[in-house]
């Protein structure tokens, strides 16, 4: 991981590859990376798919390790749908090997003047770039076997679907998991069109003859490994709810706590709940030969994924996550769990963020366009967008433009980005991620929910204001070195009550670097990537207007509870300020 | 003109209209009034198509008076389009029938719980709104046919069409000219959207047994408007130009300047500008029995509009303006005079805003939806946006956002609305108004093309920075100002270089409502009415940052002249500075 691989896809006669040191960014994974690099090289007001946006895909300081957890892949840019900073991270395999083969980060830059797309070879022995038009407009199941027959099986991937290629900004990128199928998305942020822009369609990573990245005091790293797994299979969400059920066990959680947004964030409870839960979901993956517990990547010990087969036993898609059943499902009214799976198979085959296309789908029920429960009315809207039909690439635009196209006024976005799972007004503390993130609305850059909900890390009222801004404000510093780390997001729920799985993750970092890092350290890297996000939306034209959620959560109540979002916007600019 | 008539649409039942006194906002006109009361009664960052916005329909200080050139009405709501504040002003004849019946505004609030059409009559004996559902998506010119026959002819209208109706963003309202056919519109902004979700289709405005407004010194105001009526005819502009040939006879004064955006804005220069000139639509206008000289409404005495007949004849539309020419002519790359004058019908039949429709089908042509030059695809498009079809919502949606549904980068805009007939690399002036001006991209808040190109009220090279920032400052200071009285913008060319005629300006306000009025006075009231739609702007999230042109046009040099915009960042922050 010493190196920087940028590629200047604006380059005359196709994109050019140079390898350079990695520099000014040495010490740097994941998300302090990505976003480290998109502040100091790219023009905040540049347009997000112009050549002077760069994608940087960066895999985190412990990727390519042995290190548990540490399978996370960080991509970031300037987003088409924020206008903002954004780093988006996913699981599945590239991370690890993208690290072994000594990456510290990919960085597609310019932007090609024909239409042609590539793709992109990396091994042991170096970088080819090939013209491939055959490739276009190919989903993203149907790209990846024909990169198993072209270059074997032993191989991860990092790609576009149709909607990234039409540059939509609701398209993510999809990266393989351990079975070689793109089920794994760095969804948010429209990160699929800036890839789309830069012409390349696939990356494809082999490191075959490669070696594990080895530790520079490897006893000390194996130990701490140990007590850090030691730590997360003892711990309640990571060792028991997670594996057993995966995110989804949050369905019964967050509709009994009258947080689960229902009919586009109409109330906070819905009648169908039951139907879709991650129990229901469980007991039907395991009913018809799937598996309600698996890894999305190697060295995954957490496994909250799992196998979703059709009704007769064929793959149909990876066990869908909460927020995507709870987007395509509850959202919109729906509570048909195989109709469900579909709309996430065909999110990841044309490369979609699920939240975004769930909560678009919502809006445009509230627009009159199908109505609410309706699956297969929603399934064909899916597939207009994966072909880009003129109503698809309105909905593949994201809530925001579908709301502004229809004239809906309920849409639920800040900074043009949807509102995920989790009813702001009954969950209050993530209510303040969403509205101050520098990422738009993102539960994952500060889960809230942990504290106010599952009591993880403390105890936090949900439905008061009342120390809502601490609760995000410190979430946001440790999510911002979290996903630096290349470390999956979940472990949090551990590290947040366990102060010795804390230390063990911690140790190993410095076990890895032969660094002496403590808490403060961790803090303070956290705090620093804020503050670089957050200055570069301000050069973009962000302001504390924007740091708010839609109008429609401080005035209308929400049922059951009957309460509206009660953080007043001097204690929301109060986040930054610590 | 001493009540305000307040209609709250939301009220139960239907709309309920009450009258008030004019309080707080006595002695303003116009945009002054539009403005601030927009900005001291809606909250910035509520919804533009929410029950907290308000549609404020105004007219001038001195409309409804027997002064020339006072048939201005301005129109102000939070824009749907920009997100900011915004007033847009129309000709035709409601300004003066709304001021004789005594109003000095209608305001249009909450918002209707049903999809209900409603329509109000207004008329010496008071207001009468009635539901009236048979009118639902109906174009302009059947609306007012409609209101002839239930009303009769000695009527004006104040209407949206079908685009409105949808809350398209770039959906105008509509007023009609002399001749009761809806030409002359309130076009920028998405205003029509904001009263398409009042549910109001029309307001009939019948001032039948009402009196002219009667000035304090009858005397002073007549001898004044005589100076200043003299003074209009005496100047080159306002006396022979625009009478003869309309605004259109910039076509080719753009063109030989080089600063005619063509294909997109991808050039200055078009090739078949000599088609679609001023002259060549006078000569058509002639020759086919329509007229190259007509007022918009009755005391106009420039007369810059016509009639626009088809080859056998009969009416088409009224004279195309300048920049309706250019955006569906040459920056399109069409140069067909009669398919031009039929998108500039469909545009005030269907209810939709010339500039940002022509700019947004040049993006969709560099989209490759349909081929640069083929003006029948884009009458097709046209119809499409009228009818709501997929394609035609997000057309009618406006540049900023077919760009983001399409993924094209070159798509010119400020503050989301679409770029005027000038393009600011050739014509620096206009550049800074367009970057500045807090409605968005707009030729007529300071019109600095005035002094760039026809070298009126000074001289300043237009392909050089220096001194654009002055001039665009005190332009945009003098148009707020006259932008209150009512008055056409049109006598500004006569106002900047002759003190006489500006004074006899200043001399009808005096006499009229018996003030001592000078100069300074008009400045200051200018700066004001800036100093409010800015700060209505800032706290509805606008920074700096917002006041940039987008960014290929300080990348990428024009031809003929090879310039791009050379005015700095922080000379564009001085505007406001005064």
Chains 1, 2 share one sequence.
Not at 3 to 19: F, M
Not at 245 to 270: H, S, W
Request: glycine fraction near 12%.
């Amino acid at each position: 991981m010493d190196k920087i691989l940028r590629i200047d896809t604006g380059a005359q006669g196709g994109p050019r590859a140079k390898e350079e040191p990695v520099g000014a960014y040495a010490g740097m994974g994941g998300r302090a990376l990505t976003s480290t690099l998109v502040y100091k090289e790219v023009p905040p007001l540049c347009h997000a798919l112009g050549a002077e946006n760069k994608l940087v895909i960066a895999p985190g300081l412990l990727s390519g390790t042995t290190g548990a957890m540490s399978g996370r892949l960080s991509i970031g840019a300037k987003s088409p749908l924020t206008g903002g900073i954004k780093e988006a991270n996913a699981g599945g395999q590239p991370a690890q090997v993208l690290a072994r083969l000594g990456y510290a980060a990919i960085v597609l830059e310019g932007k090609p003047e024909t239409d042609d797309l590539y793709k992109i070879f990396i091994n042991k022995d170096g970088v080819k770039i090939e013209k491939d038009n055959s490739l276009k407009m190919l989903p993203n199941y149907d790209l990846i076997e024909r990169m198993k027959k072209e270059y074997g099986d032993q191989i991860a991937c990092i790609s576009i679907g149709t909607a990234g290629e039409m540059k939509m900004c609701a398209a993510s990128i999809a990266c393989t998991d351990p079975e070689l199928r793109p089920t794994r998305h760095a969804g948010r942020g429209g990160l699929g069109a800036v890839m789309g822009s830069k012409g390349i369609k696939v990356i494809v990573l082999d490191d075959t003859g490669m070696k594990m990245r080895s530790p520079k005091d490897p006893e000390k790293f194996k130990e701490a490994n140990k007590k850090f797994v030691a730590g997360l299979r003892g711990h309640a969400v990571t060792g028991q709810g997670l594996p057993a059920y995966g995110t989804n066990i949050l369905t019964n959680i967050l509709n009994e706590a009258g947080g689960y947004p229902t009919y586009n964030f109409k109330q906070g409870r819905f009648d169908g709940a039951h139907k879709i839960s991650g129990e229901t979901q469980a007991e039907t993956e395991t009913a018809r030969g799937g598996l309600a517990t698996h890894g999305c990547h190697r060295g995954c010990v957490i496994r909250c994924s799992g196998i979703y087969n059709d009704k007769d036993g064929h793959f149909l898609t990876k066990q869908p996550e909460y927020e995507t059943v709870w987007a395509h499902g509850g959202n919109c009214g729906i509570c048909d769990l195989d109709d469900i799976a579909m709309m996430d198979f065909l999110d990841d085959n044309y490369g979609l963020d699920t939240i975004e296309m769930g909560v678009t789908i919502g809006v445009a029920m509230d627009a009159g366009l199908i109505k609410f429960g309706d699956s297969k009315g929603a399934i064909d809207l899916m597939h207009q967008v994966g072909k880009g039909t003129p109503l698809g690439r309105i909905l593949g635009s994201g809530a925001a433009v579908a709301g502004k196209v229809f004239g809906v006024e309920r849409v639920p976005v800040v900074k043009n980005q949807a509102l995920p799972a989790y009813d702001p007004r009954a969950v209050q503390g993530i209510g303040v991620t969403y509205a101050t993130s520098p990422m738009g609305a993102d539960h994952t850059a500060g889960y809230a929910v942990a504290t106010n909900i599952l009591k993880v890390g403390g105890d936090v009222d949900p439905l008061k204001p009342e120390g809502q801004v601490e609760l995000s404000r410190n979430l946001q510093i440790a999510t911002a070195a979290i996903d630096s780390t290349g470390m999956c997001l979940f472990i949090a729920f551990a590290l947040l009550d366990q102060p010795e799985t804390f230390q063990a993750m911690l140790d190993m970092i410095n076990a890895f670097y032969g660094l002496n890092l403590t808490g403060d350290d961790v803090t303070a890297l956290g705090k620093q990537i804020l503050k670089t996000e957050r200055a570069f939306n301000t050069q973009a034209g962000f302001t504390a207007q924007h740091d708010r959620l839609p109008r429609f959560f401080t005035t209308q109540p929400v049922a059951p509870h009957n309460v509206t979002f009660g953080v007043k916007d001097e204690e929301l600019d109060q986040v930054f300020n610590w």
